[in-house]
T-cell receptor
């Protein structure tokens, strides 16, 4: 079975632009979370979605938004990009929203803002 | 606010050594704790998940223990191999709101020399 898949794998954007990152969870998984990992740091939680509703949000500005579709795939959108948004964006999926489940990560999308 | 610390930040050992990676967290109200491995430029691979009611989990040469009351977890790697070289991250699952949110430390970067 395919794992968590993310696209694009790498992209370069200019300050002020908008970016959309996509994620397909493992088949049967209904919960998707997004994390930002800046170079040299551990990942930081951005959002969790379950059954198409936002269930958790980290300490990120309103420029960050996400949604989950009926097939449980998800998009992360970032508006008005800043240089500091340059990072690896990781998507994770789990069977449901309960904390007792193993969380599986994708390979990430590398975003560079210039 | 949960804070996670991993010691040491970096570790270099000769092949064949047994080693211990340490993780401490400030809030003992966690649902579980997960250990991950991250290769350079890649996503996270789940190694072990310990539920809050468990004391340890084992998978092959890996053994993870959890002492929730003292806010500590250790990852024991037996008979280390060059292929074990990677960054190891521990992540307690946030217990208060059941969002499935993981809080990460900065990781321990391990190099195993042949």
């Amino acid at each position: 079975d395919a794992g968590v898949t993310q696209s694009p794998t790498h992209l370069i954007k200019t300050r002020g632009q908008h970016v959309t990152l996509r994620c397909s969870p493992i088949s049967g998984h209904k919960s998707v979370s997004w994390y930002q990992q800046v170079l040299g740091q551990g990942p930081q939680f951005i959002f969790q979605y379950y059954e198409k509703e936002e269930r958790g949000r980290g300490n990120f500005p309103d420029r960050f938004s996400a949604r989950q579709f009926p097939n449980y795939s998800s998009e992360l959108n970032v508006n008005a990009l800043l240089l500091g948004d340059s990072a690896l964006y990781l998507c994770a999926s789990s069977l449901n929203r309960a904390s007792g489940n193993t969380i599986y990560f994708g390979e990430g999308s590398w975003l560079t803002v210039v | 606010k949960q804070e996670v610390t991993q010691i040491p930040a970096a570790l270099s050992v000769p092949e064949g050594e047994n080693l211990v990676l340490n993780c401490s967290f400030t809030d003992s109200a966690i649902y579980n704790l997960q250990w991950f491995r991250q290769d350079p430029g890649k996503g996270l691979t789940s190694l072990l998940l310990i539920q809050s009611s468990q004391r340890e989990q084992t998978s092959g040469r890996l053994n993870a223990s959890l002492d929730k009351s003292s806010g500590r977890s250790t990852l024991y790697i037996a008979a280390s191999q060059p292929g074990d070289s990677a960054t190891y991250l521990c992540a307690p699952g946030e217990g208060s709101s059941n969002t499935g949110k993981l809080i990460f430390g900065q990781g321990t970067t391990l190099q195993v020399k042949p």
